[in-house]
Protein backbone atom coordinates (compact mmCIF):
# COMPACT_ATOMS: atom_id res chain seq x y z
CA UNK A 1 0.00 0.00 0.00
CA UNK A 2 1.58 3.11 -0.77
CA UNK A 3 1.18 6.01 1.67
CA UNK A 4 -1.96 8.86 1.71
CA UNK A 5 -0.42 11.96 0.58
CA UNK A 6 -0.65 14.76 3.12
CA UNK A 7 -2.68 17.75 1.97
CA UNK A 8 -0.70 21.61 1.91
CA UNK A 9 -1.49 23.92 4.74
CA UNK A 10 -3.13 27.24 4.53
CA UNK A 11 0.03 29.02 4.76
CA UNK A 12 1.44 26.99 1.36
CA UNK A 13 -1.52 27.75 -0.65
CA UNK A 14 -1.27 30.24 -3.09
CA UNK A 15 -3.33 33.67 -2.85
CA UNK A 16 -5.82 34.11 -5.54
CA UNK A 17 -5.72 37.35 -7.50
CA UNK A 18 -8.96 39.31 -8.13
CA UNK A 19 -9.29 41.14 -11.37
CA UNK A 20 -12.85 43.66 -11.81
CA UNK A 21 -14.02 43.03 -15.41
CA UNK A 22 -16.69 45.04 -17.55
CA UNK A 23 -19.58 42.91 -18.31
CA UNK A 24 -20.05 43.19 -22.17
CA UNK A 25 -23.33 42.03 -23.21
CA UNK A 26 -23.36 39.45 -26.17
CA UNK A 27 -25.38 39.46 -29.30
CA UNK A 28 -27.08 36.19 -28.46
CA UNK A 29 -29.14 37.32 -25.62
CA UNK A 30 -31.08 39.66 -27.49
CA UNK A 31 -33.31 37.10 -29.21
CA UNK A 32 -34.88 36.11 -25.79
CA UNK A 33 -34.54 39.87 -24.83
CA UNK A 34 -36.72 40.64 -28.29
CA UNK A 35 -39.70 37.26 -27.22
CA UNK A 36 -39.89 38.51 -24.05
CA UNK A 37 -40.69 42.13 -24.86
CA UNK A 38 -43.21 40.78 -27.57
CA UNK A 39 -45.06 37.96 -25.14
CA UNK A 40 -45.25 41.15 -22.78
CA UNK A 41 -46.72 43.30 -25.19
CA UNK A 42 -49.29 40.31 -26.23
CA UNK A 43 -50.37 40.06 -22.69
CA UNK A 44 -50.82 43.61 -22.20
CA UNK A 45 -52.87 43.92 -25.26
CA UNK A 46 -54.90 40.91 -24.32
CA UNK A 47 -55.26 41.72 -21.00
CA UNK A 48 -56.71 45.08 -22.21
CA UNK A 49 -59.33 43.68 -25.04
CA UNK A 50 -60.60 41.30 -23.03
CA UNK A 51 -64.45 41.03 -21.97
CA UNK A 52 -66.29 40.28 -18.94
CA UNK A 53 -66.84 37.30 -17.77
CA UNK A 54 -70.58 36.07 -16.89
CA UNK A 55 -72.26 33.45 -15.04
CA UNK A 56 -75.40 31.93 -16.09
CA UNK A 57 -77.53 29.44 -14.58
CA UNK A 58 -79.68 27.14 -16.14
CA UNK A 59 -82.32 24.30 -15.11
CA UNK A 60 -80.50 21.74 -17.89
CA UNK A 61 -77.51 22.30 -20.21
CA UNK A 62 -78.49 20.26 -22.81
CA UNK A 63 -76.32 20.44 -25.82
CA UNK A 64 -73.81 23.08 -23.93
CA UNK A 65 -70.12 22.49 -24.69
CA UNK A 66 -66.75 23.76 -23.35
CA UNK A 67 -65.14 25.55 -26.00
CA UNK A 68 -67.82 25.39 -28.55
CA UNK A 69 -70.66 26.59 -27.57
CA UNK A 70 -71.13 30.48 -28.58
CA UNK A 71 -73.06 33.42 -27.18
CA UNK A 72 -74.96 35.28 -29.89
CA UNK A 73 -76.54 38.79 -29.73
CA UNK A 74 -78.56 39.44 -32.58
CA UNK A 75 -76.96 36.16 -34.91
CA UNK A 76 -73.26 37.76 -33.67
CA UNK A 77 -71.01 35.59 -31.79
CA UNK A 78 -70.01 38.11 -28.60
CA UNK A 79 -68.72 35.12 -26.67
CA UNK A 80 -67.76 31.82 -26.38
CA UNK A 81 -68.92 29.00 -22.94
CA UNK A 82 -65.66 28.44 -21.02
CA UNK A 83 -67.02 26.24 -18.02
CA UNK A 84 -70.41 23.92 -17.42
CA UNK A 85 -70.42 23.17 -13.64
CA UNK A 86 -73.50 22.01 -11.18
CA UNK A 87 -74.89 24.25 -8.35
CA UNK A 88 -74.12 23.88 -4.74
CA UNK A 89 -77.70 22.64 -4.72
CA UNK A 90 -77.02 20.66 -7.59
CA UNK A 91 -80.46 21.81 -9.20
CA UNK A 92 -79.26 23.52 -11.69
CA UNK A 93 -76.28 24.12 -14.17
CA UNK A 94 -73.81 27.09 -13.79
CA UNK A 95 -72.21 28.22 -17.80
CA UNK A 96 -69.58 30.62 -17.61
CA UNK A 97 -68.93 32.61 -20.26
CA UNK A 98 -66.03 35.08 -21.59
CA UNK A 99 -67.73 37.95 -23.89
CA UNK A 100 -65.79 40.53 -26.05
CA UNK A 101 -65.09 43.63 -24.43
CA UNK A 102 -67.52 45.29 -27.21
CA UNK A 103 -70.16 43.13 -25.46
CA UNK A 104 -70.07 44.95 -22.07
CA UNK A 105 -72.40 47.39 -22.69
CA UNK A 106 -75.03 44.47 -22.88
CA UNK A 107 -74.28 43.45 -19.72
CA UNK A 108 -77.75 45.27 -17.57
CA UNK A 109 -79.82 44.16 -15.07
CA UNK A 110 -82.11 42.86 -17.31
CA UNK A 111 -80.35 41.34 -19.70
CA UNK A 112 -81.57 38.26 -20.79
CA UNK A 113 -80.35 34.89 -22.00
CA UNK A 114 -81.76 31.36 -23.39
CA UNK A 115 -80.72 28.50 -24.99
CA UNK A 116 -81.16 28.34 -28.81
CA UNK A 117 -82.79 24.78 -30.02
CA UNK A 118 -85.04 23.44 -32.02
CA UNK A 119 -88.47 24.25 -31.28
CA UNK A 120 -91.68 23.26 -33.06
CA UNK A 121 -95.12 24.52 -32.60
CA UNK A 122 -98.53 25.22 -33.86
CA UNK A 123 -98.19 28.30 -35.30
CA UNK A 124 -94.27 28.66 -35.39
CA UNK A 125 -91.10 27.05 -35.75
CA UNK A 126 -87.50 28.36 -34.57
CA UNK A 127 -83.93 27.29 -33.92
CA UNK A 128 -83.66 24.64 -37.24
CA UNK A 129 -80.05 26.02 -37.90
CA UNK A 130 -79.01 24.60 -34.98
CA UNK A 131 -79.58 21.17 -36.05
CA UNK A 132 -76.62 21.52 -38.31
CA UNK A 133 -74.81 23.46 -35.84
CA UNK A 134 -75.56 22.88 -32.52
CA UNK A 135 -77.31 25.15 -29.83
CA UNK A 136 -75.57 28.24 -28.84
CA UNK A 137 -76.91 30.89 -26.10
CA UNK A 138 -79.12 33.77 -27.32
CA UNK A 139 -78.65 37.08 -25.96
CA UNK A 140 -81.20 40.33 -25.67
CA UNK A 141 -79.76 43.80 -23.89
CA UNK A 142 -82.24 45.41 -21.13
CA UNK A 143 -82.65 48.39 -20.33
CA UNK A 144 -81.48 48.77 -16.96
CA UNK A 145 -79.04 51.22 -15.90
CA UNK A 146 -77.40 48.84 -13.66
CA UNK A 147 -74.99 46.30 -14.85
CA UNK A 148 -74.00 42.79 -13.74
CA UNK A 149 -72.85 39.57 -14.02
CA UNK A 150 -74.67 36.99 -12.76
CA UNK A 151 -77.71 36.25 -14.24
CA UNK A 152 -80.86 33.47 -14.25
CA UNK A 153 -81.35 32.07 -18.02
CA UNK A 154 -84.93 31.55 -19.49
CA UNK A 155 -86.15 27.91 -20.03
CA UNK A 156 -88.01 29.34 -23.35
CA UNK A 157 -86.90 32.09 -25.70
CA UNK A 158 -88.34 35.65 -24.95
CA UNK A 159 -91.60 36.67 -27.34
CA UNK A 160 -89.14 39.43 -28.82
CA UNK A 161 -85.48 38.45 -29.38
CA UNK A 162 -84.67 41.11 -31.49
CA UNK A 163 -86.60 44.32 -30.48
CA UNK A 164 -88.32 44.91 -33.99
CA UNK A 165 -89.95 48.32 -34.67
CA UNK A 166 -93.91 48.03 -33.90
CA UNK A 167 -96.25 48.31 -30.94
CA UNK A 168 -96.67 46.30 -28.23
CA UNK A 169 -100.37 46.00 -26.76
CA UNK A 170 -102.22 44.22 -23.58
CA UNK A 171 -105.55 42.84 -24.53
CA UNK A 172 -107.90 42.05 -21.45
CA UNK A 173 -110.21 39.33 -21.18
CA UNK A 174 -112.48 36.79 -19.26
CA UNK A 175 -111.02 33.62 -20.88
CA UNK A 176 -107.76 33.27 -23.21
CA UNK A 177 -109.50 30.55 -25.36
CA UNK A 178 -107.38 28.49 -27.41
CA UNK A 179 -105.03 31.34 -27.87
CA UNK A 180 -100.70 30.14 -27.66
CA UNK A 181 -97.58 32.05 -27.76
CA UNK A 182 -96.70 32.68 -31.61
CA UNK A 183 -100.84 32.66 -32.74
CA UNK A 184 -101.39 35.18 -35.15
CA UNK A 185 -103.06 38.45 -35.88
CA UNK A 186 -104.73 39.55 -38.44
CA UNK A 187 -105.78 42.71 -39.77
CA UNK A 188 -108.66 42.40 -42.44
CA UNK A 189 -107.64 38.74 -43.13
CA UNK A 190 -104.18 39.73 -43.28
CA UNK A 191 -101.17 38.80 -40.26
CA UNK A 192 -99.77 41.60 -39.20
CA UNK A 193 -99.27 40.46 -35.93
CA UNK A 194 -98.63 37.85 -33.46
CA UNK A 195 -99.39 37.17 -29.45
CA UNK A 196 -95.94 37.19 -27.68
CA UNK A 197 -97.22 36.52 -24.11
CA UNK A 198 -100.35 35.51 -22.25
CA UNK A 199 -100.86 35.57 -17.95
CA UNK A 200 -103.59 34.87 -15.57
CA UNK A 201 -104.00 37.98 -13.57
CA UNK A 202 -104.92 37.75 -9.67
CA UNK A 203 -108.50 38.18 -10.32
CA UNK A 204 -108.86 35.43 -12.56
CA UNK A 205 -108.85 37.19 -15.94
CA UNK A 206 -106.59 37.34 -18.56
CA UNK A 207 -104.27 39.29 -20.06
CA UNK A 208 -102.75 38.52 -23.48
CA UNK A 209 -100.02 40.76 -24.99
CA UNK A 210 -99.74 41.42 -28.76
CA UNK A 211 -97.51 42.53 -30.74
CA UNK A 212 -98.07 44.59 -34.31
CA UNK A 213 -95.09 44.78 -36.71
CA UNK A 214 -94.73 48.38 -38.38
CA UNK A 215 -95.88 49.66 -40.79
CA UNK A 216 -99.04 47.84 -39.81
CA UNK A 217 -99.42 49.21 -35.87
CA UNK A 218 -100.83 52.64 -37.51
CA UNK A 219 -104.39 50.58 -38.52
CA UNK A 220 -104.22 50.46 -34.57
CA UNK A 221 -106.81 53.11 -33.29
CA UNK A 222 -107.95 54.63 -30.29
CA UNK A 223 -111.33 52.82 -31.60
CA UNK A 224 -109.99 49.52 -32.19
CA UNK A 225 -112.13 46.26 -31.83
CA UNK A 226 -110.21 43.65 -30.98
CA UNK A 227 -111.98 39.91 -31.07
CA UNK A 228 -110.77 36.21 -30.67
CA UNK A 229 -110.73 34.77 -34.08
CA UNK A 230 -109.69 31.00 -33.10
CA UNK A 231 -111.22 28.19 -34.79
CA UNK A 232 -114.38 27.86 -37.29
CA UNK A 233 -117.14 30.11 -37.22
CA UNK A 234 -120.39 28.20 -38.74
CA UNK A 235 -123.75 30.04 -38.63
CA UNK A 236 -127.39 28.84 -40.43
CA UNK A 237 -129.33 31.57 -41.63
CA UNK A 238 -132.08 32.84 -44.33
CA UNK A 239 -129.31 33.12 -46.66
CA UNK A 240 -127.89 29.47 -45.78
CA UNK A 241 -125.26 28.13 -44.41
CA UNK A 242 -122.36 30.38 -43.80
CA UNK A 243 -118.44 29.31 -42.80
CA UNK A 244 -116.11 31.59 -42.00
CA UNK A 245 -112.29 31.19 -40.65
CA UNK A 246 -109.29 33.75 -40.77
CA UNK A 247 -106.71 31.14 -41.82
CA UNK A 248 -105.83 27.55 -41.02
CA UNK A 249 -103.06 28.32 -38.52
CA UNK A 250 -106.29 30.16 -36.71
CA UNK A 251 -108.03 26.78 -36.57
CA UNK A 252 -105.01 25.13 -35.08
CA UNK A 253 -103.44 27.54 -33.01
CA UNK A 254 -106.23 30.37 -32.61
CA UNK A 255 -105.98 33.83 -33.70
CA UNK A 256 -106.70 37.46 -33.23
CA UNK A 257 -108.08 39.45 -35.44
CA UNK A 258 -109.15 43.68 -35.11
CA UNK A 259 -110.73 45.94 -37.20
CA UNK A 260 -112.14 49.75 -36.70
CA UNK A 261 -115.21 49.92 -34.23
CA UNK A 262 -118.14 52.49 -34.18
CA UNK A 263 -117.09 55.51 -33.34
CA UNK A 264 -119.27 55.96 -30.08
CA UNK A 265 -117.62 52.96 -28.41
CA UNK A 266 -114.53 54.38 -27.51
CA UNK A 267 -115.15 54.05 -23.31
CA UNK A 268 -116.11 50.46 -23.87
CA UNK A 269 -113.24 49.66 -25.92
CA UNK A 270 -110.28 51.12 -24.05
CA UNK A 271 -109.35 50.69 -20.58
CA UNK A 272 -106.26 52.97 -20.53
CA UNK A 273 -103.89 53.93 -24.00
CA UNK A 274 -102.04 50.56 -24.84
CA UNK A 275 -104.63 48.57 -23.28
CA UNK A 276 -108.16 46.99 -25.19
CA UNK A 277 -110.67 44.46 -24.61
CA UNK A 278 -110.29 41.04 -25.97
CA UNK A 279 -114.00 40.06 -27.16
CA UNK A 280 -115.38 36.93 -27.67
CA UNK A 281 -116.28 36.78 -31.56
CA UNK A 282 -116.74 40.01 -33.92
CA UNK A 283 -120.64 40.40 -33.24
CA UNK A 284 -119.89 41.01 -30.34
CA UNK A 285 -116.94 43.25 -30.88
CA UNK A 286 -118.71 45.09 -33.37
CA UNK A 287 -121.88 45.62 -31.06
CA UNK A 288 -122.45 48.90 -29.72
CA UNK A 289 -121.99 49.81 -26.11
CA UNK A 290 -124.00 47.25 -23.24
CA UNK A 291 -124.29 50.13 -20.89
CA UNK A 292 -124.62 48.95 -16.88
CA UNK A 293 -126.38 45.61 -16.61
CA UNK A 294 -129.26 45.34 -14.19
CA UNK A 295 -130.71 41.97 -13.12
CA UNK A 296 -134.41 40.68 -12.77
CA UNK A 297 -135.86 37.46 -11.26
CA UNK A 298 -138.69 35.02 -12.23
CA UNK A 299 -140.91 32.45 -10.72
CA UNK A 300 -142.02 29.97 -13.08
CA UNK A 301 -144.21 27.31 -11.43
CA UNK A 302 -143.16 24.76 -13.73
CA UNK A 303 -139.93 22.57 -14.52
CA UNK A 304 -137.36 24.20 -16.29
CA UNK A 305 -135.30 21.43 -18.45
CA UNK A 306 -133.01 22.50 -20.92
CA UNK A 307 -132.88 25.99 -19.36
CA UNK A 308 -128.76 26.21 -18.77
CA UNK A 309 -126.87 29.56 -17.09
CA UNK A 310 -126.04 31.69 -20.14
CA UNK A 311 -129.23 30.89 -21.73
CA UNK A 312 -130.87 34.32 -23.67
CA UNK A 313 -133.14 36.63 -23.07
CA UNK A 314 -134.84 37.56 -25.64
CA UNK A 315 -137.36 40.68 -25.35
CA UNK A 316 -139.83 40.65 -28.41
CA UNK A 317 -136.99 38.70 -30.99
CA UNK A 318 -134.23 40.90 -29.71
CA UNK A 319 -131.41 39.35 -27.42
CA UNK A 320 -131.44 42.05 -24.40
CA UNK A 321 -129.17 39.40 -21.75
CA UNK A 322 -128.72 36.25 -20.29
CA UNK A 323 -130.06 34.14 -17.68
CA UNK A 324 -127.05 33.82 -14.88
CA UNK A 325 -128.50 31.48 -12.60
CA UNK A 326 -131.34 28.99 -11.91
CA UNK A 327 -132.13 28.05 -8.35
CA UNK A 328 -135.43 26.25 -6.49
CA UNK A 329 -137.51 28.35 -4.19
CA UNK A 330 -140.01 27.07 -1.75
CA UNK A 331 -144.03 28.56 -1.42
CA UNK A 332 -145.15 28.12 2.16
CA UNK A 333 -148.73 28.98 1.12
CA UNK A 334 -149.22 26.02 -0.97
CA UNK A 335 -145.75 24.27 -0.47
CA UNK A 336 -144.70 24.76 -4.11
CA UNK A 337 -141.46 24.21 -5.56
CA UNK A 338 -141.10 27.23 -7.64
CA UNK A 339 -137.86 27.51 -9.90
CA UNK A 340 -136.26 30.89 -9.69
CA UNK A 341 -134.27 32.54 -12.89
CA UNK A 342 -131.96 35.54 -12.24
CA UNK A 343 -130.71 37.38 -15.61
CA UNK A 344 -128.74 40.32 -16.48
CA UNK A 345 -130.44 43.01 -19.04
CA UNK A 346 -128.76 45.43 -20.84
CA UNK A 347 -131.53 47.94 -21.23
CA UNK A 348 -129.00 49.27 -23.60
CA UNK A 349 -129.94 46.94 -26.32
CA UNK A 350 -133.55 47.81 -26.90
CA UNK A 351 -132.76 50.19 -29.22
CA UNK A 352 -135.75 53.17 -29.90
CA UNK A 353 -137.50 52.20 -26.92
CA UNK A 354 -134.18 53.12 -24.87
CA UNK A 355 -133.42 56.06 -26.67
CA UNK A 356 -137.45 57.43 -25.79
CA UNK A 357 -136.60 56.63 -22.41
CA UNK A 358 -133.76 58.78 -22.31
CA UNK A 359 -135.17 60.97 -24.36
CA UNK A 360 -137.97 62.06 -21.73
CA UNK A 361 -134.82 63.48 -19.77
CA UNK A 362 -134.98 60.52 -17.22
CA UNK A 363 -131.45 59.02 -15.92
CA UNK A 364 -130.87 55.21 -16.46
CA UNK A 365 -131.42 54.46 -12.17
CA UNK A 366 -132.94 51.22 -10.83
CA UNK A 367 -136.02 53.98 -10.09
CA UNK A 368 -136.30 55.17 -14.09
CA UNK A 369 -135.81 51.40 -14.61
CA UNK A 370 -138.72 50.08 -12.41
CA UNK A 371 -141.24 52.53 -13.84
CA UNK A 372 -140.27 51.53 -17.12
CA UNK A 373 -140.47 47.75 -16.97
CA UNK A 374 -144.14 48.54 -14.94
CA UNK A 375 -145.57 49.92 -17.94
CA UNK A 376 -144.36 47.27 -20.06
CA UNK A 377 -146.05 44.41 -17.58
CA UNK A 378 -149.31 46.98 -17.91
CA UNK A 379 -149.64 46.60 -21.58
CA UNK A 380 -148.98 42.56 -20.98
CA UNK A 381 -145.14 41.89 -20.57
CA UNK A 382 -144.99 38.53 -19.54
CA UNK A 383 -141.47 36.40 -18.99
CA UNK A 384 -142.04 32.86 -20.97
CA UNK A 385 -140.15 29.92 -21.35
CA UNK A 386 -139.46 28.90 -24.87
CA UNK A 387 -137.73 25.95 -26.88
CA UNK A 388 -134.37 26.84 -28.95
CA UNK A 389 -134.35 24.01 -30.61
CA UNK A 390 -136.47 21.10 -31.03
CA UNK A 391 -133.06 18.74 -31.57
CA UNK A 392 -131.18 19.89 -28.20
CA UNK A 393 -134.20 20.66 -26.19
CA UNK A 394 -132.60 24.04 -25.06
CA UNK A 395 -134.77 27.03 -23.34
CA UNK A 396 -134.52 30.79 -23.79
CA UNK A 397 -136.44 33.67 -21.69
CA UNK A 398 -138.56 35.33 -23.80
CA UNK A 399 -140.18 38.75 -22.63
CA UNK A 400 -142.59 39.47 -25.23
CA UNK A 401 -146.55 40.94 -24.97
CA UNK A 402 -149.44 38.51 -24.09
CA UNK A 403 -152.49 40.50 -23.74
CA UNK A 404 -154.53 37.70 -23.27
CA UNK A 405 -152.73 36.68 -19.65
CA UNK A 406 -154.28 37.17 -16.98
CA UNK A 407 -153.60 40.67 -15.08
CA UNK A 408 -151.16 40.30 -12.50
CA UNK A 409 -149.88 43.00 -9.48
CA UNK A 410 -145.90 44.29 -10.12
CA UNK A 411 -144.35 45.81 -7.20
CA UNK A 412 -141.69 48.80 -8.44
CA UNK A 413 -139.66 48.15 -5.08
CA UNK A 414 -139.22 44.80 -4.97
CA UNK A 415 -134.94 44.06 -5.62
CA UNK A 416 -134.34 42.99 -7.97
CA UNK A 417 -137.41 43.67 -10.26
CA UNK A 418 -139.75 40.16 -10.07
CA UNK A 419 -140.94 39.83 -13.67
CA UNK A 420 -144.53 38.06 -14.13
CA UNK A 421 -144.49 34.61 -15.51
CA UNK A 422 -146.75 32.49 -18.03
CA UNK A 423 -146.06 28.95 -18.37
CA UNK A 424 -144.11 27.71 -21.85
CA UNK A 425 -146.46 26.77 -24.75
CA UNK A 426 -143.92 23.77 -25.56
CA UNK A 427 -144.41 22.58 -21.52
CA UNK A 428 -148.69 23.59 -22.68
CA UNK A 429 -148.64 21.02 -25.71
CA UNK A 430 -146.94 18.15 -23.28
CA UNK A 431 -149.22 18.93 -20.55
CA UNK A 432 -151.67 18.68 -23.34
CA UNK A 433 -150.24 15.42 -24.50
CA UNK A 434 -150.22 13.89 -20.55
CA UNK A 435 -154.15 14.69 -20.72
CA UNK A 436 -154.08 12.80 -23.97
CA UNK A 437 -152.29 9.86 -22.60
CA UNK A 438 -153.94 9.69 -19.44
CA UNK A 439 -157.54 9.39 -21.57
CA UNK A 440 -156.67 6.88 -23.25
CA UNK A 441 -155.23 5.06 -20.41
CA UNK A 442 -158.74 5.64 -18.86
CA UNK A 443 -160.07 3.53 -21.87
CA UNK A 444 -161.15 -0.06 -21.06
CA UNK A 445 -158.48 -1.30 -23.34
CA UNK A 446 -158.49 -5.30 -22.15
CA UNK A 447 -162.50 -5.56 -22.75
CA UNK A 448 -161.98 -3.88 -26.23
CA UNK A 449 -159.34 -6.53 -26.45
CA UNK A 450 -161.23 -9.06 -25.58
CA UNK A 451 -164.32 -8.44 -27.73
CA UNK A 452 -161.88 -7.63 -31.07
CA UNK A 453 -160.94 -11.33 -30.44
CA UNK A 454 -164.16 -12.66 -30.30
CA UNK A 455 -165.63 -10.86 -33.34
CA UNK A 456 -162.25 -12.08 -35.32
CA UNK A 457 -162.78 -15.49 -34.25
CA UNK A 458 -166.45 -15.45 -35.48
CA UNK A 459 -165.36 -13.56 -38.93
CA UNK A 460 -162.53 -16.32 -38.88
CA UNK A 461 -165.65 -19.11 -38.83
CA UNK A 462 -167.80 -16.89 -40.81
CA UNK A 463 -164.81 -16.84 -43.68
CA UNK A 464 -164.07 -20.60 -43.32
CA UNK A 465 -168.22 -21.06 -43.83
CA UNK A 466 -167.89 -18.81 -46.95
CA UNK A 467 -164.76 -21.07 -48.12
CA UNK A 468 -166.03 -23.87 -47.71
CA UNK A 469 -169.64 -23.44 -48.86
CA UNK A 470 -170.62 -20.66 -50.93
CA UNK A 471 -167.62 -20.18 -52.93
CA UNK A 472 -168.23 -23.91 -53.90
CA UNK A 473 -172.05 -23.19 -55.39
CA UNK A 474 -170.85 -19.77 -56.51
CA UNK A 475 -168.32 -21.30 -59.22
CA UNK A 476 -171.06 -24.08 -59.87
CA UNK A 477 -173.47 -21.23 -60.62
CA UNK A 478 -170.08 -19.32 -62.85
CA UNK A 479 -169.96 -22.33 -64.97
CA UNK A 480 -173.45 -23.08 -65.65
CA UNK A 481 -173.79 -19.25 -66.65
CA UNK A 482 -170.63 -19.46 -68.92
CA UNK A 483 -172.36 -22.30 -70.61
CA UNK A 484 -175.99 -20.74 -70.97
CA UNK A 485 -173.70 -17.38 -72.59
CA UNK A 486 -172.29 -19.76 -74.73
CA UNK A 487 -175.11 -21.35 -76.48
CA UNK A 488 -176.57 -17.79 -76.93
CA UNK A 489 -173.25 -16.52 -78.37
CA UNK A 490 -173.99 -19.57 -81.01
CA UNK A 491 -178.04 -18.96 -81.51
CA UNK A 492 -177.19 -15.29 -82.42
CA UNK A 493 -175.03 -16.38 -85.24
CA UNK A 494 -175.24 -14.83 -88.08
CA UNK A 495 -174.96 -18.28 -90.19
CA UNK A 496 -177.29 -20.43 -88.36
CA UNK A 497 -181.14 -20.82 -89.32
CA UNK A 498 -182.65 -18.78 -86.19
CA UNK A 499 -180.83 -15.92 -87.25
CA UNK A 500 -181.62 -16.32 -91.17
CA UNK A 501 -185.46 -16.70 -90.38
CA UNK A 502 -185.57 -13.64 -88.12
CA UNK A 503 -184.35 -11.43 -90.64
CA UNK A 504 -186.87 -12.84 -93.60
CA UNK A 505 -189.38 -12.43 -90.95
CA UNK A 506 -188.21 -8.71 -90.06
CA UNK A 507 -187.78 -7.96 -94.10
CA UNK A 508 -191.60 -8.98 -94.55
CA UNK A 509 -192.93 -7.32 -91.62
CA UNK A 510 -190.98 -4.19 -93.09
CA UNK A 511 -192.88 -4.78 -96.34
CA UNK A 512 -196.34 -5.29 -94.69
CA UNK A 513 -195.70 -1.76 -92.75
CA UNK A 514 -195.25 0.21 -95.70
CA UNK A 515 -198.24 -0.81 -97.59
CA UNK A 516 -200.06 -0.38 -94.57
CA UNK A 517 -198.33 3.14 -94.49
CA UNK A 518 -199.55 3.61 -98.32
CA UNK A 519 -203.06 2.42 -97.17
CA UNK A 520 -203.76 5.16 -94.67
CA UNK A 521 -201.90 7.74 -96.71
CA UNK A 522 -204.08 6.97 -99.65
CA UNK A 523 -207.82 7.15 -97.07
CA UNK A 524 -206.39 10.14 -95.82
CA UNK A 525 -206.42 11.58 -99.23
CA UNK A 526 -209.61 9.62 -100.53
CA UNK A 527 -211.69 9.08 -97.23
CA UNK A 528 -214.77 7.89 -100.01
CA UNK A 529 -212.78 5.22 -101.01
CA UNK A 530 -214.50 2.95 -98.17
CA UNK A 531 -217.91 3.41 -99.73
CA UNK A 532 -216.90 3.71 -103.37
CA UNK A 533 -213.38 1.43 -103.29
CA UNK A 534 -210.26 2.14 -105.17
CA UNK A 535 -210.67 4.29 -108.10
CA UNK A 536 -208.70 3.48 -111.03
CA UNK A 537 -205.24 5.04 -112.07
CA UNK A 538 -205.16 6.10 -115.10
CA UNK A 539 -201.60 4.77 -116.63
CA UNK A 540 -199.09 8.23 -117.33
CA UNK A 541 -198.86 8.83 -121.19
CA UNK A 542 -195.29 9.46 -122.50
CA UNK A 543 -195.07 13.11 -123.73
CA UNK A 544 -194.77 12.77 -128.01
CA UNK A 545 -191.25 13.75 -129.04
CA UNK A 546 -190.46 17.51 -130.43
CA UNK A 547 -189.67 18.20 -133.76
CA UNK A 548 -186.21 18.95 -133.08
CA UNK A 549 -186.06 15.25 -131.52
CA UNK A 550 -187.94 13.80 -134.26
CA UNK A 551 -185.65 15.05 -137.10
CA UNK A 552 -182.36 12.69 -137.55
Given at each position: ?121 VGSVSGLSTLLSGVYIGMKTGTAKLGERQFVGLENPPALSHGPRGLELQLHA ?379
Amino acid sequence: MSATPTPPSEEELPTPLVQNRRWIPRLVWIVPIVAAVIGISLLIRSWANEGPRITISFLSGEGIQVGKTLVKYRDVTVGQVSAVVLSADHQSVVVNADLSKDAAGLLKADTQFWIVRPRIGVGSVSGLSTLLSGVYIGMKTGTAKLGERQFVGLENPPALSHGPRGLELQLHAPRAGSLAIGAPVYFRQFQVGRVIDENLLPDGSTRVTVFVDAPYDAFVKPVTRFWNASGIDVKLGADGLNVQTESLAAVLAGGLAFDDGPTDAIPAAIVVPGEFILYKNEVEAMAPPDGDPHYVRMRFAQALRGLDVGAPVEFVGVDIGSVVAVDLGYEPRDKSFPAIVTARLYPRRMGQAYEVLAAQGKTETEETLAAFVGTLVSRGLRAQPRSGSLLTGKLYIALDFLPASPRTAFDASVRPLELPTVNGSFQELEASVGRLVKKVNDLPLEQIAADLHTDLKDLHETLSEVHSRVIPTAVDALSALHGTLDSADRTLDVESPLQRGLTETLAEARITLQAVRELADYLDRHPDALLRGRRPQKMPQRPAPSSSEAKP
